[in-house]
């Protein structure tokens, strides 16, 4: 069984920045994709930002130019960490942050990170 696990979230000041960390480990398989997706207050739950064990990376555009996603890969791509940086942090950024990774075709979910963006 595949875990997920980030951490990172919290209060932030409008324009300030912050950097989520998502854990992946225990799977039998390679991990494909690891994403990044976030769910607002009344909202669903939508695209942040993926990238491949290859590198490819696609962003939403609400996070082009201002958030940025890496990734740690093990070298059997079992264990990867995949980050989030966002800078330049909105008010519409306050959500509850998952973060989701492929393995063999199946998707795995984590719990989530919130983070609020105030005053």
């Known amino acids: 069984q595949v875990q997920v696990v980030e951490s990172g979230g919290g209060l932030v000041q409008p324009g300030g920045s912050l950097r989520l960390s998502c854990a992946a480990s225990g799977g039998v398989g390679s991990i494909y994709i690891m994403g990044w997706y976030r769910q607002a207050p009344g909202k669903q739950r939508e695209l942040v930002a993926t990238?491949?064990?290859?590198?490819?990376?696609?962003?939403?555009?609400p996070a082009k130019g201002r958030f940025t996603i890496d990734r740690d890969s093990a070298r059997d791509n079992r264990n990867d960490t995949a980050c989030l940086r966002m800078d330049a942090l909105e008010r519409e950024g306050t959500a509850v942050y998952y973060c989701?990774?492929?393995?063999?075709?199946?998707?795995?979910w984590g719990q989530g990170t919130r983070v609020t963006v105030s005053s």
């Open positions: 989701e990774v492929t393995v063999w075709g199946y998707d795995y």
């Open positions: 990238i491949t064990a290859g590198g490819s990376i696609t962003y939403a555009d």
